[in-house]
């Protein structure tokens, strides 16, 4: 059974950086496409990046592009996701998600929620001085 275990959410005020990890367990990492989705009070989950299996590539949504860094660390079963320059906007809880993909790239559909196998229980995040 894989299991995602999300960490380092919290209170930032604006401008500010945090980082978001991601554990998984039950499985080896790099069978696993990752991603990383969010939703805001009264809002619908949205995507946010995604790494392909190995890290060779990378998206993100528009919002994020230039404040946002993806990074994943197989050899400890670990995602990451850098934010800087934080905006009010970003609050929300943040999701990890996983997906086995046989292919060492981002599938198109990367940004659908239903898409994906695993959720974590997701962490929250609060931008706001």
């Known amino acids: 059974q894989v299991q995602l275990v999300e960490s380092g959410g919290g209170l930032v005020q604006p401008g500010g950086s945090l980082r978001l990890s991601c554990a998984a367990s039950g499985i080896i990492a790099n069978n696993l496409l990752i991603g990383w989705f969010r939703q805001a009070p009264g809002k619908e989950r949205e995507a946010v990046s995604c790494i392909s299996r190995s890290g060779g590539s990378s998206g993100y949504v528009d919002s994020v592009k230039g404040r946002f860094t993806i990074s994943r660390d197989n050899a400890k079963n670990t995602v990451h996701l850098q934010m800087n320059s934080l905006k009010a906007e970003d609050t929300a809880v943040y999701y990890c998600?996983?997906?086995?993909?046989?292919?060492?790239?981002?599938?198109?559909?990367?940004?659908?929620?239903?898409?994906?196998?695993?959720w974590g229980q997701g962490t929250q995040v609060t931008v706001s001085s």
């Open positions: 998600a996983a997906k086995f993909f046989l292919g060492d790239f981002l599938p198109p559909n990367w940004g659908r929620a239903p898409i994906w196998n695993y």
